[in-house]
C-alpha cells in the first residue's frame, strides 16, 4: 500500500520567517496531494492541493510544489503568523482512498 | 450550513462494551469515511462508503463495524471496546474520494 512519510514531526518558526514541510510518497499511482491543517480541538481543513498534473500552487501565503519523479512534495508557508500554529497533514491519493502522513505540529513564536 | 456533524464530542468506555459514533452530513455527498487519530500517526482510514448501501474496509477496521443506510448518515459501531482504541475518531465526507473532505469535529474515546 501506499506510504507517506511527513517532516519535521515539530517545527518552530519566528513570526515573519518561512515554514517548509516535506512529505515523500511510495505509488506512483498517486495523482493528488493535499495538505491539511488541524487547529487545537478540531477537525482537520483543507488549506490547499494539487494534482499530478501541476507542478507547483500557490494560494496568498500558501504554496505547494510537487516532483512526481522523486515521488515528493512540499507545503511553503512565507511570512509566518501565530495563527498558523496548528498541526498539518500532507496526504497522497492512490487507488480511491487517502494516506496521510503522520503530521508536523507548527509552532510560530512571536 | 452544518457540515458534519459527529455526537458525542467525547465518550468513556469499559473494556468490552459497545457503542456507536454517530456521523451526519448535510452536504449530499456520496463519500464517507470514518478515521482514527493517534499521536505520531497521522490520520488511519477505518472504513469507507461511496454511497447508501455500499461499505468497504479501510486500513485499521479490525473491532469496528459500519452501515449506511442513507446518504446521510454513516455511523461507526465498537463491537466490544478494547484499551487500544482509545483515540480521537473522525468522520468525513466529499463529493468524490478526490476531493476535499470536510471532517466533523471528532469523538474523542477513551477505553478504560
Known amino acids: 500500500g501506499e506510504n507517506v512519510e511527513q517532516h519535521p514531526s515539530t517545527l518552530s518558526v519566528q513570526e515573519g520567517d518561512s515554514a517548509v514541510i516535506k512529505c515523500t510518497y511510495s505509488d506512483s499511482a498517486s495523482n493528488y496531494f493535499p495538505w491539511y491543517k488541524q487547529e487545537l480541538g478540531k477537525g482537520p481543513q483543507l488549506i490547499i492541493d494539487?494534482?499530478?498534473?501541476?507542478g507547483e500552487k500557490k494560494d496568498q501565503r500558501i504554496a505547494v510544489t510537487l516532483n512526481k519523479t522523486a515521488k515528493h512534495f512540499s507545503l511553503h508557508i512565507t511570512e509566518t503568523q501565530p495563527e498558523d500554529s496548528a498541526v498539518y497533514f500532507c496526504a497522497a491519493f492512490p487507488w480511491g482512498k487517502l494516506q496521510f502522513g503522520a503530521g508536523t505540529q507548527v509552532v510560530v513564536t512571536p | 450550513n452544518a457540515g458534519v456533524t459527529q455526537t458525542p464530542k467525547f465518550q468513556v468506555l469499559k473494556t468490552g462494551q459497545s457503542m456507536t459514533l454517530q456521523c451526519a452530513q448535510d452536504m449530499n455527498h456520496e463519500y464517507m469515511s470514518w478515521y482514527r487519530q493517534d499521536p505520531g500517526m497521522g490520520l488511519r482510514l477505518i472504513h469507507y462508503?461511496?454511497?447508501?448501501?455500499?461499505?468497504d474496509q479501510g486500513e485499521v477496521p479490525n473491532g469496528y463495524n459500519v452501515s449506511r443506510s442513507t446518504t446521510e448518515d454513516f455511523p461507526l459501531r465498537l463491537l466490544s471496546a478494547a484499551p487500544s482504541q482509545t483515540s480521537v475518531y473522525f468522520c468525513?465526507?466529499?463529493?468524490?474520494?478526490?476531493?476535499?473532505?470536510?471532517f466533523g469535529q471528532g469523538t474523542r474515546l477513551t477505553v478504560v
Open positions: 494539487i494534482r499530478s498534473n501541476v
Open positions: 462508503s461511496v454511497g447508501a448501501g455500499i461499505t
Open positions: 468525513a465526507s466529499s463529493s468524490d474520494p478526490g476531493a476535499e473532505a470536510f
